[in-house]
């Protein structure tokens, strides 16, 4: 099973010429419970986001698909997912991502490989990761604060 997610006037039907066996659902959005369901159920996940009128946009979708272990095709030249390497499956046009996708389904080791960098990916900037560095900095913060404090102490007591 395969997720697409594109823009709202992506004509998946015209843009990708499914069999007529093929069960097409569109929803305008996801709840967070049906984003889950339906990533857990899928073999891939194409993500088919293009540009952005702002620099350094990154996808926060992609960063949700990522946590969830299923392996993401996104387009390669798009501005979303510049920080992505080996967790995503980048494709230029329709053939290199029909290529790409008959490739990973068919290895096995190349599915865990790309599974392993997304997991590791999302636990490395994870909220709880994220807000432990800040933690982290904000005690090294106080513990220098205090300690040129206890030196300005001993500088004014010395004189």
Do not use: W
């Not at 709840?31 to 293009?50: G, I, N, Q």
């Not at 979708?61 to 387009?75: H, I, S």
């Not at 604060?145 to 007591?157: A, S």
């Amino acid at each position: 099973m395969f997720l697409i997610l594109g823009p709202k006037k992506m004509d998946i039907l015209e843009k990708f010429s499914p069999d007529p066996d093929i069960i097409l659902r569109e929803e305008k959005v996801l709840t967070k419970e049906k984003f889950d369901l339906y990533f857990a159920a899928c073999d891939a996940v194409v993500l088919h986001k293009f540009q952005s009128k702002y620099e350094a946009v990154v996808s926060s979708t992609a960063f949700q698909a990522l946590g969830l272990g299923t392996p993401l095709f996104v387009p390669r030249h798009s501005d979303f997912f510049h920080p992505f390497t080996t967790e995503v499956v980048k494709y230029r046009d329709r053939e290199e991502l029909k290529n790409n996708l008959l490739e990973l389904l068919n290895d096995q080791q190349k599915q865990k490989k790309i599974r392993d960098a997304a997991l590791s990916f999302a636990e490395k900037y994870s909220g709880e990761n994220i807000a432990y560095e800040y933690i982290k900095l904000f005690e090294r913060l106080i513990e220098f604060r205090h300690k040129k404090i206890n030196r300005q102490i001993e500088y004014d007591t010395a004189y």
